[in-house]
């Protein structure tokens, strides 16, 4: 099975400064819905990893996080598009839990549900954490210069991030890490 782990926020859709708490603050980022389409009919099966505060912060409930989750399903049906699963940590950083990014709690659950080693798991995200918790987890790294990475565009060499786990492919955004993936050879 080809499975790849991506981010949530700043990934699939526009970061904020605070949290996505409603269906309204949901929106893709351009291009991001059909990207994930043509990886879909590439042959590759998605789950999302995302931190979750707001819940444990009670800034929104799992009523408001199911019906973002709703309408993030329904555009992405709409451009023939799916995520498989949603994995999500509703933990403040305080509660020190194994399942917060940038722990590899979450791409640990995902290797065990899917049945797929991690070092066959692409993690593709945009904030530092993500890929270090994939990293953790012996997953390859990608990182997207979206979201929280978009101020990296301006570095001479974005892969000399303090942090930025060895090995970690840069790509300007999903799509463009779409194409990369989609040309690599069949394994």
């Given at each position: 099975m080809k499975l790849l782990i991506l981010d949530r926020?700043?990934?699939l859709n526009r970061s904020r400064e605070d949290y996505v708490a409603s269906p309204d603050e949901w929106e893709a980022l351009p291009g991001a819905?059909?990207?994930?389409?043509?990886?879909?009919?590439?042959?590759w099966r998605v789950?999302?990893?995302?931190?979750?505060?707001?819940?444990?912060?009670?800034?929104?409930?799992?009523?408001?996080?199911?019906?973002?989750?709703?309408?993030?399903?329904?555009q992405l049906a709409a451009v023939g598009a799916r995520v498989d699963a949603v994995f999500f940590c509703p933990?403040?950083?305080?509660?020190?839990?194994?399942?917060?990014?940038?722990?590899?709690?979450?791409?640990?659950?995902?290797?065990?549900r899917f049945g797929v080693p991690p070092a066959q798991l692409p993690v593709v995200g945009n904030a530092l954490r993500h890929v270090q918790a994939g990293a953790a987890a012996g997953c390859p790294t990608h990182l997207l210069?979206?979201?929280?990475?978009?101020?990296?565009?301006?570095?001479?060499?974005p892969g000399s991030v303090i942090g930025l786990p060895p090995g970690t492919r840069i790509h300007e955004d999903l799509s463009a890490f779409a194409d990369w993936l989609l040309q690599q050879p069949v394994k």
């Open positions: 926020d700043g990934t819905l059909e990207a994930l389409a043509r990886l879909n009919h590439g042959g789950a999302l990893a995302t931190n979750q505060s707001g819940l444990g912060r009670g800034v929104f409930d799992m009523t408001a996080l199911n019906a973002i989750h709703s309408k993030m399903h329904r933990h403040v950083p305080e509660d020190a839990c194994g399942c917060r990014k940038p722990a590899p709690g979450l791409f640990v659950q995902i290797s065990k210069l979206t979201g929280k990475s978009e101020s990296l565009r301006a570095l001479a060499d």
